[in-house]
C-alpha cells in the first residue's frame, strides 16, 4: 500500500469531503497564505477559493461560533483551533452552543462540524503550546472526540467527522504531522466510537490512543524481547466509548495498562481505568495501572521536557511492575 | 437616565399627525401587525409572569414587557427565511418572528409539546422553521451564532439578513468585539441590534460601559452605528429597514441601539433593592411602547379605540389559548432524557 | 453548636478575610447592588466600600484576568463567577494564565486568588445554569479545587482558600445555599487537601462531596436501615486529592462507591476509582462503582430533571448491588 | 501598506534639525538611552536568530528586529515600579524594561540560571522584579492582566502605570475589548500600546481588521487614541509620554498605536510565503528605526559616528557576554520538574 504522512491524509481527506459536498468549508488562522504551520492545508485555497478555505482573524469565539452558526443553516464547517491550547478562550462556545444545541433544542437541529485540535508536545514549545487537553471533552455530553494515531485514521476519522452530524472534535498531534504510514487508495472512513486492537497479545491490554499509540507499539515491541505479549489498543475515538472492545481484551488478558501523554490525573486514563474497576473488575489479576504526564505544566527546558514525556520504557516499566 | 422621545400630543390634527409621522406611508395590515405583535408579546409575558408567580411555571424567566417596540419594529422588516438570533430576555423575538404561542408556552410549562420537547425552558426556546436560531442562556453567546448564520447565508448567495438582538449589559463581552470584527472585515449581512434598557440585571448601564453609547462602538469596526428610540415602534421599524435593506444590498453589517428600559425586574422575582419604584414609575406612565403607538393612531384617526380593542382581545384569547395548550400537554416521556445528545 | 446557613458561612469568611488582610478584595457581577445571587455577598459593600466589592461589567475574561494581575502585583482577589457555568467564557485565563503563572515563570511570583464558582443543579434552570464541571479543573495542575458539602467547611475552605499563595477554585453548590449546619464559633480553617470521614462505617467506603455529600448521607441512613455500615468521605478538596484517606478507608471496608452530581463519563468518579484500582485494588471484595448524571446536557423539564438527579435512592441502589 | 514618515535629510543644518525635531529638550544621556536600548535589543536578537538556527535554541522564537523604538521610547517614560506587560514577541520589552540579559539569554536556552529556570523559554521570559509581568504564549492574554496589574496600583494609592503591548492581530482578540472597557470605566492607569507591523503571523492587517486603524477603536471606550509613526523613536517617545502621565493624574486608560513593520518572519524559521522580498527589503532599507534615530542624531551633531559606534559596540559585548553566559550555564535538574506547581 502506499505511504504518505499524516499530514497529507489529512489534505486528501478535507480535499474529498470538499468535492463530494460542497456545504463544507474551512476556516481558521494561518490556513490559507501559507497552508497551515503543518501544512495540512496546503493547496486548498487553490483547488476551493479563499471563501471555502478562510484565514480569520484572531478570534477563536468568532471562528467557533461562527462555525455553528453555518452548521445550524445548512453548512457543514470545519474550524481550525491551530493549537489545542488555544481552545480555553472558545470553550464556552464548545460546551454551552456547539455541544448543548441538538438536545437543548429538543433535537430541531443538528450542528454538524468538526473542530480541528492540534496538540501535545513538540519542539520544546513549552506551557502553553504542548498541551494534550482531550479529557474535558469526553465529559461533555454532545460532542464527539477523535483522536487518530496514524495517516490511515487520520484520513478515515476525518473524514467520518465531516459526515457526522453531530460536532465533532478532532484531535491531531503535532508530532504525528510529519510521520508516514500505510493509508488504502480510494474512499476511508474509520467508524467513529470504536477502538482498534493496533496489535494482538495475550498477557497485557495496553490501552492508548494519538501519539502515545506509537511509543506503546515500541514497547510492545520491547516487551515482546522479554517473553510479555502486549494486546494494543487503539482508542481512535475517546467519545463516546468503546467499552466493548476494552473489556474483551482485559478479559482475555487479565492485566490492563492505559498511557496517554496528557496529565494523569483527571486523564482519559482515568475513565477507562473506572469502567474497567466497574465492568470488569473480575477479569483482572493485577492493579491497573495508568501512565501520564507528572501533574506540572509543560516545562520549556530539554532535560525536563524529556523527564515529563511518556516513553516507550515508561510504559514497558509500567507493564513489567504487573508481573 | 436617557431622555426619551415625548409622545405626539392630541392638539394636533389628524392629518398633521399623520404627517409628521410620517404614517400615510404605512399600509394599515403594517400597523396592525405592529400592534398585534407588541400586544401578543405584553400579553403572553403578564401570562408568564402570573403563571411564574403562582407557581405553575419553573426556572429563570425574564420578561420582555416594556421592550415590545424593538422586536416589533426590527422583525417587521424580515422574512420567515432571515434569521434571529435571540437572547436570554426572548419571548419578544421569538413571537415577532412568527412563533406558534402553543408551542413556546408549552415549552415554558415544560411540556412534551413544546418546541424543545420541554428540554429547553424559557431561556432555550428556538424554532429554527421560521429562522429563529434560538434563546441564549449565555450573556452575548449569540453574536458569533448570528455571524455564522450570516456567513452562510452569503456563501449560499441567499440575500438573507440575521439579525441579533442584545442587552447592553452584553455589550461589554469580547464576543460583542469578535463579531462584529469579523461580520465587518467579511462584509456580512448581520444587524446587531443592542435593546439598551439601562440595566444589566442589578447593574445601572454607565456603572459598568465606558462610552455614551454602544452605537459609539459601531465606528471601532467601520460600521454605521445608528441610535434609536426604543419605544418607538414607527422609529425602529424605519431604522432598521435601512440598515437592513443595506445589508440585503451586500454593503454589511451595522448596529442599531435602541434605548428603552426596563420596567420589570431582571428575573421574576427580582427584589429589585438596586433601584427607586419612582424610577420605574415614571418610564411606565410616561414611556409605554403600546400608549404611544395607540395614542399615535388614535390622533392620526388610522384605529379607532374599538378597533384596537378588538385587536387587544384577539391577541388576549391566544395567548389564553396556548395556556390552556401548555397546561393540558403532557410531561415529557423519561426516555426522551437520553435522546439527541447525539444527531 | 449555632447554625448558619451556608451563604451565611461565606459571608463570615469573607468579612474575616477582608477584615484581617486588606489586600483582599472581590469582583464579580451584581455583587454589590443586590448581595449576590444568593445573598452571599450581603452587607459586604457597607462595610469594606465599593472599591473592595466590586460590580464588574459582563467581561469575564475581564474579571479572572485582573485578578490575575492584581494577584501578581501584591492584591489578593476573590473573583465571583456568577455561575459556574460561565467559566467556559474565561477558561483560557484560567488555564493558561492563572494555572500556570507560578510554574512557567519559575516560581518568581504566586498568584494568590480565588475563584469562587456557584454550581450545579437548583430550579430547573437548564442545560446551561446547571451544571458541575469541576472534573476539568483537576485536570490541570497549578490549580487547587475546593468543594464544600456544609456551612462549616464553607467557611473553613473559603478562608483557606483566601490564605492559599496558589489559585484556588472554590466550587459553591447553588442548592447548598440556603442550607443550615454547625459552625464554630471564632477562627475557622478547613485544610485544603484533606478529605474528611463524614461518617464512619465498616462494610462500603461512599466517597462524595459538595451537595451530593448530603445525599450519600441519607444513602447511608437508609442502608443503615438494611444493616449495611457505609463509611462516608467528603472530598472536600479535589486537586490536590487526599488519596491517603480514602485508601485507608478502602483498606478497611473492602467496597468502593463513588458519587457526584457532575456526568459520571469522565468525572471526578473516574479519578478516584482509578486510584483505588491503581493503588488498592487488593483491598477490594466487589467493582468499583460510580453514581453520577447520565451523559446527557441537564434537561429543564421537572421528570427530566428529576430522573437526572442523583438521589439517595439512586446511591442506595448501587451501594446493594455491591453485596 | 502604510506610509511610513521620510527620514530627515542631511541637507539641513545641525540646529536646523535639531529645532525640528525638538531635539534640543533631550538630554544626552535620554539619547543615548535610547540608541543603546535598541541597539541592544537589535543585537540580542540577532544573536538568538543565528543560534536559533544554528540548533542551539530550541521551541519558537519571534524577534523584535525592526520594532525597537516602539518598546524602547515607550518604556523610556517608565520606572522600575511601573509595570508593563508582554507579548509572544517579548525580548524588546523585556530588555528596554531593564532586564539582565543574562538571565535572558538563559532562559532562551533553557537553562537553570535563567529567569524561569528553564521552564518557560523565549515566550514566557518575565522578571516580576522589575515591573515586567511577562511574555505570553497566547496572543491577547495579556490585556487583562495588565488591567489588573492596574487596578492594583489604583487601590494601593501608587501612581504608576501598567503599559500593555500588543500586536494589530491580538486587537481582534475579545480580551481587548474586555479590558479596554473595564479599564476606562474604572479610569486605570493602563497605557494599550498596539505595535501594528502590518502582519498577524502569515495575515496582513487589512485582511483580518475591520478598521483602518487600531486607534480608531480607542473612541469606543470612551478613551484617547493616538497615532505615531513606530519607527520614529523621538515620535513614539512623546506621544507615549503624553498619555502616560495622563494616566499617572488618574485621567485614565489610552491607546496608543504605532505603526511599524515586522521586517522578520512571524519566527525563526518562518519560510514567509506569504509575501514578496521586496516588499520587506523596501522598509529595511528606508525605514530602520536604528538607522532613522543615527540619522538624525549624525545630522544634529549630537553624536560623532565614532561614539554610536562606540555604544554600538559596548551593546554586543554586553549581548555577547550573555551568550557566553548562557552556553555555559547548567541545565536544571529532573527535581525541578515538580517543583514550583503549588506556590
Ligand atoms: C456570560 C454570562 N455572564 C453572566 C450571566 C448572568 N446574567 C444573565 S442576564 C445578565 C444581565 C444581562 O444584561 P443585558 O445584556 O443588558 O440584558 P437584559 O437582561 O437587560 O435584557 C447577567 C449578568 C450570563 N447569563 N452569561
Ligand atoms: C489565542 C491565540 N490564538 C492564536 C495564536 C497563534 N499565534 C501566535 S502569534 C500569532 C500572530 C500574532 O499577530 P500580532 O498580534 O499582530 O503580533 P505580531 O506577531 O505581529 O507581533 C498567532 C496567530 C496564539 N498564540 N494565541
Ligand atoms: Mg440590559
Ligand atoms: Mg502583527
Redesign the pocket.
Known amino acids: 500500500m502506499r505511504e504518505i504522512t499524516f499530514s497529507q491524509a489529512t489534505l486528501e481527506a478535507m480535499d474529498e469531503e470538499m468535492t463530494r459536498d460542497e456545504r463544507v468549508f474551512v476556516m481558521g488562522e494561518d490556513i490559507a497564505r501559507q497552508g497551515g504551520i503543518f501544512g495540512q492545508f496546503k493547496g486548498l485555497p487553490d483547488k476551493f477559493g479563499k471563501d471555502r478555505v478562510k484565514d480569520t482573524p484572531i478570534s477563536e469565539t468568532a471562528i467557533v461560533g461562527a462555525a455553528i452558526g453555518a452548521a445550524l443553516t445548512g453548512m457543514r464547517p470545519v474550524a481550525d483551533m491551530h493549537f489545542a491550547d488555544f481552545m480555553g478562550v472558545c470553550m ?1 462556545e464548545i460546551f454551552n452552543q456547539m455541544a448543548k444545541i441538538h438536545y437543548m433544542f429538543g433535537g430541531q437541529r443538528s450542528v454538524p462540524m468538526v473542530l480541528r485540535a492540534p496538540d501535545g508536545l513538540i519542539n520544546q514549545a513549552a506551557a502553553q503550546h504542548s498541551q494534550s487537553i482531550e479529557a474535558w471533552f469526553m465529559h461533555i455530553p454532545g460532542l464527539k472526540v477523535v483522536i487518530p494515531s496514524n495517516p490511515a485514521d487520520a484520513k478515515g476519522l476525518l473524514k467520518s467527522a465531516i459526515r457526522d452530524d453531530s460536532p465533532v472534535i478532532y484531535f491531531e498531534h503535532k508530532a504525528l504531522f510529519n510521520t508516514r504510514g500505510a493509508v488504502p487508495d480510494g474512499e476511508v472512513l474509520s467508524p467513529i466510537g470504536k477502538a482498534k486492537v493496533a496489535r494482538e497479545g495475550s498477557d497485557v491490554t495496553l490501552v492508548s490512543y494519538s501519539h502515545c499509540m506509537g511509543l506503546s507499539l515500541k514497547a510492545a515491541d520491547i516487551l515482546a524481547g522479554e517473553d510479555v505479549s502486549v494486546e494494543c489498543i487503539d482508542l481512535r475515538t475517546i467519545s463516546p466509548i468503546d467499552k466493548e472492545t476494552i473489556l474483551a481484551s482485559v478479559a482475555k488478558t487479565t492485566r490492563l495498562v492505559i498511557a496517554h501523554e496528557a496529565v494523569k490525573q483527571g486523564g482519559v486514563g482515568a475513565e477507562i481505568s473506572a469502567i474497567v474497576a466497574e465492568e470488569g473488575i473480575d477479569f483482572l489479576d493485577a492493579p491497573i495501572v495508568r501512565v501520564g504526564a507528572p501533574f506540572t505544566p509543560v516545562p520549556f527546558a530539554r532535560p525536563l521536557e524529556q523527564a515529563y514525556r511518556v516513553t516507550p520504557e515508561k510504559i514497558a516499566e509500567a507493564i513489567r511492575g504487573l508481573f | 437616565m436617557i431622555i426619551f422621545r415625548k409622545r405626539g400630543g392630541g392638539s394636533l390634527s389628524a392629518k398633521k399627525v399623520k404627517e409628521k409621522k410620517g404614517l400615510n406611508k404605512y399600509p394599515r395590515t403594517l400597523l396592525e401587525q405592529f400592534y398585534r405583535t407588541m400586544l401578543t408579546i405584553r400579553s403572553f409575558d403578564k401570562k408568564v409572569e402570573e403563571k411564574f408567580l403562582a407557581g405553575e411555571i419553573p426556572g ?1 424567566v ?1 420578561l ?1 414587557i416594556g ?1 415590545e417596540a424593538i422586536a416589533a419594529g426590527v422583525i417587521s422588516n424580515l422574512s420567515r427565511e432571515d434569521y434571529i438570533q435571540s ?3 426572548g419571548h419578544g423575538h421569538t413571537i415577532a418572528k412568527g412563533a406558534d404561542l402553543k408551542r413556546m408556552m408549552a415549552e415554558i410549562f415544560g411540556k412534551k409539546e413544546g418546541y424543545c420537547k420541554g428540554k429547553g425552558g424559557s431561556m432555550h426556546i428556538a424554532d429554527l422553521s421560521i429562522g429563529m436560531l434560538g434563546a ?6 449569540g453574536f458569533n451564532i448570528a455571524t455564522g448564520a450570516a456567513l452562510a447565508t452569503k456563501m449560499q448567495g441567499k440575500n438573507n439578513v440575521s439579525v441579533v438582538f ?8 469580547g464576543t460583542f468585539h469578535e463579531a462584529a470584527n469579523m461580520a465587518a472585515v467579511w462584509d456580512l449581512p448581520v444587524l446587531f441590534v443592542c ?7 442589578t ?1 445601572p ?1 454607565m456603572t459598568t460601559t465606558s462610552v455614551e453609547n454602544i452605537a459609539d462602538r459601531a465606528a471601532g469596526y467601520g460600521m454605521p452605528g445608528v441610535i434609536v428610540d426604543g419605544n418607538d415602534i414607527f422609529a425602529v421599524y424605519e431604522e432598521s429597514q435601512k440598515l437592513i435593506d443595506r445589508a440585503r444590498r451586500g454593503e454589511g453589517p451595522s448596529l442599531l441601539e435602541c434605548k428603552t428600559y ?1 420596567v420589570k425586574g ?2 421574576v422575582g427580582d427584589p429589585e433593592r438596586y433601584r427607586t419604584k419612582e424610577e420605574v414609575d415614571k418610564v411606565c406612565e410616561s414611556n409605554d411602547p403600546i400608549d404611544r403607538f395607540e395614542c399615535t393612531v388614535l390622533d392620526g384617526k388610522l384605529f379607532s379605540r374599538e378597533e384596537l380593542d378588538a385587536i387587544k382581545a384577539s391577541a388576549g384569547k391566544e395567548v389564553e389559548k396556548a395556556l390552556e395548550f401548555a397546561r393540558n400537554a403532557e410531561e415529557p416521556e423519561i426516555s426522551e432524557l437520553f435522546a439527541g445528545v447525539y444527531a
Not at chain 2, 136 to 141: A, E, H, I, P, S
Not at chain 2, 166 to 173: T, Y
Open positions: 464556552d | 429563570f425574564h420582555y421592550e437572547t436570554h430576555r441564549n442562556g449565555v450573556v452575548g453567546g442584545f442587552g447592553d449589559g452584553a455589550s461589554n463581552r435593546e439598551n434598557n439601562q440595566y444589566a440585571s447593574t448601564y426596563r431582571h428575573y
